[in-house]
């Protein structure tokens, strides 16, 4: 009996101990999000060192090099160049040069994690936005290659931006067409962006309540489009 009444005491304080546990989580939920979001860019930068340089990232760096000589002779899926024309100018080894590089890919993916956080805001709490965050840093190959010098953090970021202009801000058709020059821009960086126009018709669908102002979105994005990939296109 003895023994069963201390089993039962101690069932009782461990109860206890994960109670107040749980309570203390749950009043600073926000504070510990944040921390993880906080370490987890914190190791996206850490990585930069850390990961191995791909073949990949040599040639995109090979096609910076290549206009920087005159020498370019690929329009399509090149314009990244013009961002990353600086870099032979370091004289930096050619690693050197891609850690340079990915370095700037780390900023723009923190930028991409802001995106992500001020979208999710526009329909979730901030408790469940900064979740969603965190959910999507934690993710494998966002954080290994989140920050790698090839067109996946550009293309991330520019349709996020795209996302962003037409839910959040500045909205309407003032964001429709800057979401429209953003997507022309990615797609001159890769063609594959053109995937993710079906997840901006979505939210063209979702964000205007009648099919005339969808229409004036879309038309105003499609103008936003095609100016600005016929201007940069011929620029490039």
């Given at each position: 009996?003895?023994?069963?009444?201390?089993?039962?005491?101690?069932?009782?304080?461990?109860?206890?101990?994960?109670?107040?546990?749980?309570?203390?989580?749950?009043?600073?939920?926000?504070?510990?999000?944040?921390?993880?979001?906080?370490?987890?860019?914190?190791?996206?930068?850490?990585?930069?060192?850390?990961?191995?340089?791909?073949?990949?990232?040599?040639?995109?760096?090979?096609?910076?090099?290549?206009?920087?000589?005159?020498e370019l002779?690929?329009?399509?899926?090149?314009?990244?160049?013009?961002?990353?024309?600086?870099?032979?100018?370091?004289?930096?080894?050619?690693a050197g040069?891609?850690?340079?590089?990915?370095?700037?890919?780390?900023?723009?993916?923190?930028?991409?994690?802001?995106?992500?956080?001020?979208?999710?805001?526009?329909?979730?709490?901030?408790?469940?936005?900064?979740?969603?965050?965190?959910?999507?840093?934690?993710?494998?190959?966002?954080?290994?290659?989140?920050?790698?010098?090839?067109?996946?953090?550009?293309?991330?970021?520019?349709?996020?931006?795209?996302?962003?202009?037409?839910?959040?801000?500045?909205?309407?058709?003032?964001?429709?067409?800057?979401?429209?020059?953003?997507?022309?821009?990615?797609?001159?960086?890769?063609?594959?962006?053109?995937?993710?126009?079906?997840?901006?018709?979505?939210?063209?669908?979702?964000?205007?309540?009648?099919?005339?102002?969808?229409?004036?979105?879309?038309?105003?994005?499609?103008?936003?489009?095609?100016?600005?990939?016929?201007?940069?296109?011929?620029?490039?």
């Amino acid at each position: 009996m003895s023994s069963q009444f201390s089993s039962d005491l101690s069932l009782r304080g461990r109860a206890d101990v994960v109670g107040r546990c749980a309570a203390w989580i749950a009043a600073h939920a926000d504070r510990i999000l944040c921390v993880g979001i906080f370490a987890a860019l914190l190791i996206r930068f850490v990585f930069v060192w850390r990961i191995a340089v791909n073949w990949d990232e040599f040639y995109f760096l090979e096609l910076v090099h290549q206009y920087a000589r005159g020498e370019l002779t690929i329009r399509p899926q090149t314009f990244h160049v013009h961002l990353f024309s600086w870099l032979p100018a370091l004289g930096w080894s050619e690693a050197g040069q891609i850690i340079a590089a990915r370095v700037v890919m780390a900023l723009l993916s923190c930028g991409s994690a802001a995106l992500i956080y001020g979208i999710a805001r526009r329909f979730l709490a901030r408790r469940s936005a900064l979740f969603a965050l965190l959910s999507y840093l934690s993710v494998t190959a966002v954080i290994q290659h989140a920050a790698s010098f090839r067109v996946d953090p550009i293309v991330t970021f520019l349709v996020l931006l795209s996302m962003f202009a037409v839910l959040c801000k500045p909205g309407g058709w003032r964001g429709a067409v800057l979401a429209g020059a953003a997507m022309a821009v990615a797609a001159l960086v890769t063609i594959k962006s053109a995937l993710y126009l079906v997840v901006l018709a979505g939210v063209f669908w979702c964000d205007a309540q009648t099919l005339r102002e969808r229409t004036r979105l879309a038309c105003a994005f499609g103008a936003g489009f095609l100016t600005s990939l016929a201007a940069l296109y011929l620029f490039h």
